[in-house]
């Protein structure tokens, strides 16, 4: 019995705490990923009401971090060229293929919420934004790293499930890295 | 002509839209260069970077329950403190040299502040944790900063002058009547910009030891029958410290200035002679440390260029009771003749310096891969004045003042200092990129010194980073090492060399994800002239031979539970750094652990435990060695998102583990006893 209660303990003190993240990591990534949501060649047809909807993604712990996010995109971005930009946010618990949204940037969490989001951007063909590199190894389209220089990374491989047709230009500004 | 209008429709759109989706990446890898600029002034990209350099944030070090720039040093690898009977602290790199001061140097906001008397920082070690935006621990030469050679490591402090937007107040209180108090504050009108930060704080710290100096005989004069050391006795050491600091930063287009004055005053510790001055005088020993620089620094599209004139004051002024009642010493007029000092021996003494000069910077990027940067300085120091007042040498009553006839400073110290530095990073490949480095030195304390530094970074892939690099350096003796007279705890000597290091250095990185890595570093220096004063005058001098240090660093950071972050590092060195090819007075083997347990996004438990090995003696001191040491320092950390507002508690050194300092040889026969634990408690609020 004791053993439960302190694996409940330690199960509701896990779902408690939060993520690290670097905070100019995710100023770069904030501010770069809207942008090449343009250079998706369909995105006329992901969007709605000519609005860009960009889904960040997040672990509960990560509440206040996903707000701050989301308000500093609204800041820098009222609009991505011809089209709104709508950015909204979603547990990943929440997440489900009937989602509107045209792309998905996920936050840190455990293996099975990452896979699902992988799945659903893949059957919708939405572009999966991720902070972490390492989540290209597990199924996510584009991420952002900060080495001696900052280099955007496109899992092209995966891309052949996701089968999003990038506009040529696109090429010329990521580098390959396969899962 | 329907046909020839659509044609030309979805033509012009065609162009339209191509041009627009250029602008849009053209858009992105201007972002792409603005964060580069921002990782590398900030040294977010540590790892690509051809140094060995370790970044501690801000926020990292509020969790961790770091108070002052001390606590924050303290965490980086093969770091250690020493300190001495006047508590004046120094930061020591890789086991070298720990008796020198001037071996690390440290820059705030890009100004070297190590002062000209002592080469040494003690003071800033205090500056307040809230006033730091970020620091930037070097180990190894192979950084340089503003015209300035490095030796064994260097530290960047870079306040929040850098933004010039933190608004913000806080307090710290803890026993020993621990109290700080301080402010940052910005304003903007128009193109001018400008940013203060002020703080002041006051403790009253002490320690207990059992005997002085006078028990191991350091004023005993057998050959007159001399012998004071029945006069030795307990006391109770005043480590008080009483400081502030304001800072005010502005900017105006191209043009800027930075300047802080920062009066730092302490007791005179374990005594200025090894005899601490009684607890309740009011004994002092202040090192104030102001500067002030302005410049012009404007870019261009391939090149940038930066002129300033800067201008440093510090001084040493002490005053305290330097013996007590009873004291017998010889004449000074007739050495023969015996003194006896019945109210004890007083003592006031001031050395004040200056440093004027000027430097230049310039880079160029208008070469393809290239990325050069030429700088020169042109320096004069100079001693402004010299007092020295002391109880009456020949009747053992009065103040004298011997500032003419019997000073403790040589009143015509100077110096006149010409650097040139060329330097360039070429970029060979995308993964791998040389930088390489001349740099010259003429001053009229050493003989001319051309210096090289050269370095490869190699990029795997970006999980893997290997770096060389190979370092030439020297460090001129400082102000007190060739100036001091007349005195019994340390003689200067006009004749010394330039300590010389030559390093070489490997390091492997290895990235699990964005916040996970292990980095470990092999090194190899040779040290040669280097300087001490553990002679039986106590007159420094150079070492004839090399010293030479080498040894492992591995740094782990790592998370382990997704949740928690646990930073880990191991130092292991070994070699010598005596004149006897002995490794005495640091640790062989240091070890430290932080871990942050976020319990909530805002509330987080963090833990810093540190092990160092014991401690060899030098070679002529029987003494038993420095046992080893495992401190554990806790903190709670509390943010409220609403207030903007940060509450710190923390323990330093939970469990109360004796922490000692060595003392010199021949003086106190137990070592320099440091406070137990302590606790601090802040309050931070941005507006």
């Not at chain 2, 050069?372 to 010299?386: L, M, P, S």
């Not at chain 2, 207030?643 to 026969?669: A, D, R």
Request: one cysteine or more; hydrophobic letters at 35%.
């Amino acid at each position: 019995m004791l053993k439960k209660v302190l694996l409940f303990i330690f199960i509701l003190k896990l779902s408690l705490l939060s993520y690290n993240y670097d905070k100019l990591l995710l100023k770069a990534q904030t501010s770069i990923f809207p942008r090449l949501i343009l250079l998706d060649h369909d995105i006329s047809k992901k969007t709605y009401n000519n609005t860009i909807i960009l889904t960040l993604v997040y672990h509960p712990s990560d509440i206040q971090k996903v707000k701050d996010i989301q308000k500093c995109i609204e800041k820098k971005y009222k609009k991505l060229d011809r089209y709104k930009l709508k950015v909204q946010i979603k547990e990943f618990k929440d997440l489900d293929e009937s989602i509107k949204t045209s792309a998905l940037f996920i936050l840190k969490s455990v293996d099975e919420d990452i896979k699902k989001s992988v799945e659903i951007a893949q059957k919708k063909h939405i572009i999966l934004f991720s902070y972490e590199l390492d989540y290209l190894k597990k199924g996510a389209l584009i991420s952002l790293y900060i080495e001696d220089e900052s280099n955007i990374y496109f899992n092209n491989k995966a891309n052949d499930i996701y089968k999003i047709e990038f506009l040529d230009i696109f090429y010329q500004i990521v580098r390959f890295k396969s899962d | 002509l329907r046909k020839v209008v659509l044609y030309l429709y979805i033509f012009s759109s065609f162009i339209w839209s191509s041009t627009s989706y250029e602008k849009l990446v053209d858009s992105i890898n201007h972002e792409l260069k603005k964060i580069d600029n921002i990782a590398t002034t900030t040294k977010s990209n540590e790892h690509y970077q051809p140094s060995i350099v370790t970044v501690l944030e801000h926020k990292r070090l509020v969790e961790l329950g770091c108070k002052t720039l001390l606590d924050a040093i303290k965490l980086a690898p093969n770091v250690d403190i020493s300190s001495d009977n006047i508590a004046y602290k120094s930061v020591i790199f890789r086991g070298s040299n720990p008796t020198s001061f001037g071996q690390s140097k440290l820059f705030i906001d890009g100004i070297l502040v190590n002062n000209i008397y002592f080469d040494g920082y003690s003071e800033y070690l205090d500056m307040p944790i809230e006033l730091i935006k970020r620091v930037e621990i070097i180990r190894g030469p192979g950084n340089k900063e503003n015209t300035v050679p490095s030796y064994a490591g260097s530290i960047r402090v870079i306040t929040y002058a850098e933004d010039m937007k933190k608004n913000s107040y806080f307090f710290q209180t803890g026993d020993y009547n621990h109290r700080v108090a301080g402010f940052t504050k910005s304003f903007t009108k128009s193109k001018l910009k400008v940013f203060t930060d002020f703080f002041y704080k006051k403790d009253d710290k002490y320690v207990n030891v059992n005997s002085d100096a006078l028990a191991s005989g350091i004023f005993d004069f057998p050959s007159l029958g001399i012998d004071n050391s029945d006069l030795s006795s307990s006391a109770k050491v005043p480590l008080y410290h009483k400081e502030y600091s304001l800072g005010v930063s502005l900017k105006y287009e191209d043009f800027y200035l930075k300047s802080r004055l920062y009066s730092y005053k302490q007791g005179s510790a374990f005594g200025l002679n090894y005899i601490p001055a009684p607890f309740d005088d009011e004994d002092y020993l202040k090192t104030p440390n102001h500067y002030i620089v302005t410049g012009y620094k404007k870019s261009f599209e391939d090149k940038s260029i930066d002129i300033k004139v800067g201008y440093n004051y510090n001084a040493l002024d002490t005053k305290s009771k330097l013996a007590p009642e009873g004291l017998e010493l010889p004449s000074l007029s007739d050495p023969t003749k015996i003194v006896t000092y019945t109210d004890g021996v007083y003592g006031e003494n001031i050395a004040k310096q200056e440093n004027i000069y000027h430097s230049l910077t310039y880079t160029y990027k208008g070469i393809k891969k290239h990325f050069f940067n030429f700088e020169y300085y042109f320096g004069y120091t100079h001693t402004k004045d010299v007092v020295s007042k002391i109880t009456n040498r020949d009747t053992g009553s009065g103040i004298v003042d011997y500032s003419d006839i019997f000073p403790f400073f040589d009143k015509n110290a100077h110096r006149e200092t010409y650097i040139f530095n060329l330097s360039d990073k070429y970029y060979y490949r995308k993964d791998i990129q040389f930088l390489y480095s001349l740099n010259y030195e003429n001053n009229s304390h050493i003989d001319p010194k051309l210096e090289p530094k050269l370095s490869v970074v190699y990029v795997l892939n970006e999980e893997n980073i290997i770096k060389l690099l190979y370092a030439k350096s020297h460090r001129t003796p400082s102000w007190q090492e060739l100036y001091t007279i007349n005195n019994y705890a340390r003689l200067g000597n006009p004749n010394l060399k330039a300590e010389r290091i030559e390093t070489y250095e490997a390091s492997y990185i290895k990235h699990f994800s964005n916040d996970n890595y292990i980095q470990s570093s092999l090194f190899y220096i040779i040290n040669s002239n280097q300087i001490h004063n553990n002679t039986p005058d106590n007159m420094y001098i150079n070492t004839q031979e090399d010293n030479k240090l080498y040894g492992l660093e591995l740094e782990l950071k790592s998370n382990l539970t997704p949740k928690d972050m646990i930073h880990l590092n191991f130092s292991y060195t070994d070699g010598e750094n005596t004149p006897e090819h002995t490794l005495a007075l640091v640790s062989k083997v240091l070890a430290k652990g932080q871990y942050t347990y976020n319990i909530k996004e805002n509330f987080t438990f963090s833990t810093i435990v540190t092990y160092e090995s014991s401690k060899e003696r030098l070679p002529d001191d029987d003494r038993d060695k420095i046992k080893p040491t495992i401190t554990t320092d806790i903190s709670l950390n509390y943010k409220q998102y609403k207030t903007k507002s940060n509450i710190n508690l923390s323990i330093k050194n939970l469990f109360n583990e004796k922490e000692v300092y060595p003392s010199k040889p021949g003086t106190y026969q137990e070592d320099y006893p440091q406070v137990g634990r302590t606790f601090v408690l802040s309050y931070t609020k941005r507006f």
